[in-house]
């Protein structure tokens, strides 16, 4: 069993920052790619961003293409989420998702899930 928790959400004014890190037990975290996706009410769960297993290779939506960067830590089986000159529509719950086969845009492909941490940023 994987666990995955994330942390580093908040309330934050438009234009600030956050950084968001994601903790993931096991000694094979370096095998796996991960995953960040948003869910902001009444809407559906949307990526965000993810990244390879060594980190060579990262993919990003559109929409926050250029503001937010991931990057993970293998010695620390965690990968992170920088985001910058947040929007009040950046506004959602933050997921972040272990994948055994690779980079993926798609919610379907991830295998495990953390329980999320909340952004909130205010205009």
């Known amino acids: 069993q994987v666990q995955v928790a994330e942390s580093g959400g908040g309330l934050v004014q438009a234009g600030g920052s956050l950084r968001l890190s994601c903790a993931v037990s096991?000694?094979?975290?370096?095998?796996?790619?991960m995953g960040w996706f948003r869910q902001a009410p009444g809407k559906e769960r949307e990526f965000v961003s993810a990244?390879?297993?060594?980190?060579?290779?990262?993919l990003y939506a559109d929409s926050v293409k250029g503001r937010f960067t991931i990057s993970r830590e293998n010695a620390k089986n965690t990968v992170y989420l920088q985001m910058n000159i947040l929007k009040p529509e950046d506004t959602a719950v933050y997921y972040c998702?272990?994948?055994?086969?690779?980079?993926?845009?798609?919610?379907?492909?991830?295998?495990?899930w953390g329980q999320g941490t909340q952004v909130t940023v205010s205009s």
């Open positions: 998702a272990v994948n055994f086969a690779g980079p993926s845009t798609s919610a379907l492909a991830y295998n495990y």
């Open positions: 990244i390879s297993r060594s980190g060579g290779s990262t």
């Open positions: 096991g000694r094979t975290f370096a095998t796996y790619a």
